[in-house]
């Protein structure tokens, strides 16, 4: 037997943005949410502080773009495969930032910066993994 139960809000019911819009996770590290009531421009320095001092550590990075849509795969899993084959290099760093939409997941912006020490450890990792299953 299938059953499919579908709940609509009423009209006059407005959809209202996600408690937390944003979201910026240095793996391992600090991790710091942008709430409604927070200006925009004060998350956005935020980010920038943090960016800059992973840059000084490591200057080398690959930045994917999550579109579960597309690859069928979330930002967590995407993200815990980053952290697990990003640990096979001294220093790496991992760092997730997520703009969720108001409306739907469509909308959201959801990325994965892979940061290195050195140039040849970025490049030998996107030789080695990238466009490739990964199994945990």
């Known amino acids: 037997m299938f059953v ?16 937390n819009p944003a979201r910026f996770s240095v793996h ?19 980010v920038i502080d943090a960016l800059r001092g992973i840059w000084e550590k490591a200057q080398f990075w690959t930045v994917y773009l999550c579109d579960d849509q ?7 899993e995407i993200t815990a495969a980053a952290i697990q084959l990003g640990s096979n290099y001294p220093g790496a760093i ?11 997941s469509h909308s959201d912006l959801e990325l994965i910066f892979v940061c290195f020490v050195q140039d040849s450890e970025r490049r030998n990792f996107r030789a080695r993994y990238e466009g490739k299953f990964v199994s945990r």
Do not use: C, W, Y
Not at 4 to 19: D, H, N, R, T, W
Not at 94 to 104: K, P, Q
């Open 94 to 104: 991992v760092v997730t930032l997520s703009i969720l939409g108001r409306v739907d």
């Open 70 to 76: 597309q690859s069928g795969l979330t930002l967590n």
């Open 28 to 46: 391992g590290g600090h991790t710091f949410s942008r709430p409604n009531d927070m200006d925009a421009e004060e998350f956005k320095q935020e």
């Open 4 to 19: 499919v139960l579908l709940m609509i809000a009423p009209l006059s019911q407005k959809l209202e943005p996600p408690a």
